[in-house]
C-alpha cells in the first residue's frame, strides 16, 4: 500500500513551489515532498523549509517509509521551521516603535550568527551584551523571558492537545 500523502494523484496545485536558494537568491522549484535539492545556479544544497509530510511528525512507520536520510531531513527541516517560527515570536513580542529598534536588532543580531538549529541564539552572547549596555540587556532579557513563557505555555497546550489525540487512537484502537 503507497502511502496516502506520498500519492501525487492526491496533491493539490500547490504541491509544487519555489524556495529561495540562502547562498545566491535563485528559486528552486521543489515538489512538497523534497527536503534537499542542489541549487542549479551555485550548487549548494537548498533545504525544503516548506515540505509539508506532517504524516511524518506522528506516524510511526514515517521513517521505513521516507528513508532514514529523507527522515533525518525532514527532521532538521522541522526544526528550521520551527526556529523561524520562535524567533517571529520573539520580535512580535518586542513590538513596533523606534523605541525598541536596539531590541529588536540586537535579537536578529544573535539569530543571525548562531550556527546551533537546537536554540534561538547563544544566551552567552545576550549576556556580553550587559558589560557594554546594561539597559539594552535588561530590556532584552525581560521580553526574553516573556517569550519563553508565551512559549512554554503553548507548548504546553500542544502537549495536552497531543495527549488527547493518543488516549483517543488508544480507545479505538482498544
Do not use: H
Not at 523549509?49 to 522541522?78: F, H, M, T, V
Not at 525598541?100 to 543571525?112: G, I, M, P, Q, T
Not at 558589560?131 to 512554554?152: G, H, M, R, V, Y
Amino acid at each position: 500500500m503507497k502511502c496516502p500523502g506520498q500519492d501525487m494523484q492526491q496533491w493539490q496545485f500547490d504541491a509544487i513551489y519555489d524556495v529561495e536558494c540562502k547562498n545566491c537568491g535563485y528559486m528552486v522549484e521543489f515538489f512538497k515532498d523534497e527536503t534537499k535539492r542542489k541549487c542549479p545556479k551555485c550548487k549548494e544544497v537548498v533545504l525544503n523549509d516548506r515540505i509539508d509530510l506532517g504524516c511524518a511528525k506522528w506516524c510511526p512507520y514515517a521513517e521505513s517509509c521516507l528513508g532514514p536520510e529523507q527522515y533525518k531531513n525532514i527532521e532538521l527541516s522541522e526544526k528550521l521551521k520551527v526556529r523561524r517560527e520562535d524567533f517571529s515570536l520573539l520580535l512580535e513580542m518586542v513590538g513596533e516603535g523606534d523605541e525598541n529598534n536596539a531590541v529588536r536588532d540586537l535579537f536578529k543580531e544573535l539569530y543571525s550568527k548562531n550556527d546551533n538549529n537546537d536554540v534561538l541564539f547563544d544566551t552567552k552572547q545576550l549576556y556580553i551584551t550587559r558589560s557594554s549596555d546594561d539597559e539594552l540587556f535588561e530590556q532584552a532579557t525581560s521580553i526574553f523571558n516573556k517569550f519563553l513563557d508565551e512559549k512554554k505555555r503553548r507548548d504546553d497546550v500542544a502537549g495536552e492537545s497531543r495527549k488527547r489525540t493518543e488516549d483517543m487512537i488508544k480507545k479505538f484502537k482498544g
